[in-house]
């Protein structure tokens, strides 16, 4: 495996490849990270991994400066899924001066959800991703439905800008109590450690009341989320959100979206001690 730190290595390295695939990255790699390179190897040749802390997308008061930093292990693990290039470029190299251009995702899609309570964070993820896919310049990216709305975005950006890359969705990868393996579960305490499943488990709960009772009205939606919400509460957690959408465009469902069996789902963010987890399950 090559591994390059400037943006005109990489292009030298790629020079002439036709079929690229490419994972984007914050390193700290785990088993979910490595599924999609799996992925990434079946649709494309050679794989691209790209390992950078992107401060673009972190708040002022967010965990930019101790987000886990484990480049040597993330190039063992790389290397052992045959990754062929592994890009891992500084601040430098990436912002060589202030980025004052950025991509702004639509409103109804970047300023809802993750998007409401990290405000930017969607801007900082999309001109990174804009400026490593011109980096990389890959036919196919591959990106996790655990990121659920972040795979929107960055799918309706590659749609909007004609973007000659396929983005394709991955399967959340769980542990086997269920939780969503994420590179910040790290943070999490023995104690917490044991009761973070349960946010995917009342996720299931959600999805089998929905399934069971098909809700044809917005006002039982609404009182499903707000009784969800509150057991997180009794249990300790600290929610952002826990909503139910529509797959299609992360809306509210209307009375004839409901009517009509649109795909739903059903997305939350909550606290556990100091540290904040997604999750999020397809009805």
């Keep these: 495996m090559k591994i390059v730190h400037t943006i005109d290595d990489l292009r030298a390295q790629l020079r002439g490849q036709l079929r690229t695939a490419f994972v984007p990255t914050m390193g700290n790699l785990h088993e979910g990270h490595m599924s999609l390179m799996r992925l990434a190897a079946k649709h494309g040749d050679p794989v691209v991994a790209s390992v950078f802390v992107n401060r673009l997308q972190f708040g002022p008061n967010e965990d930019f400066d101790r987000y886990p930093r484990t480049l040597a292990d993330d190039a063992k693990k790389l290397e052992a899924e045959g990754v062929y290039v592994l890009f891992a470029p500084d601040e430098r190299e990436m912002y060589p001066v202030p980025q004052e251009f950025r991509v702004a995702p639509p409103g109804d899609l970047g300023d809802i959800l993750e998007g409401h309570f ?160 997604i999750d999020n399950l397809e009805i």
């Design 118 to 277: 990290r405000p930017g964070f969607f801007v900082g993820v999309s001109t990174v991703v804009l400026k490593l896919f011109h980096c990389v310049s890959p036919q196919v990216a591959v990106f996790g439905k655990k990121d659920y709305q972040q795979l929107m975005v960055i799918r309706r950006m590659a749609q909007q800008f004609s973007l000659p890359t396929e983005i394709i969705p991955a399967e959340t990868v769980r542990a086997e109590d269920g939780l969503a393996l994420s590179s910040r579960n790290v943070y999490l305490s023995e104690v917490e450690r044991g009761e973070a499943p349960n946010l995917y488990r009342l996720l299931q709960e959600t999805q089998s009341i929905i399934r069971e009772t098909n809700p044809s009205e917005p006002e039982e939606i609404r009182a499903l989320e707000e009784a969800q919400l509150r057991k997180l509460i009794e249990r300790g957690w600290r929610p952002d959100y826990l909503s139910i959408r529509l797959r299609s465009t992360l809306k509210c469902a209307t009375a004839d979206d409901l009517v009509r069996r649109e795909a739903l789902v059903v997305l939350a963010a909550a606290r556990l001690g100091s540290t904040r987890l």
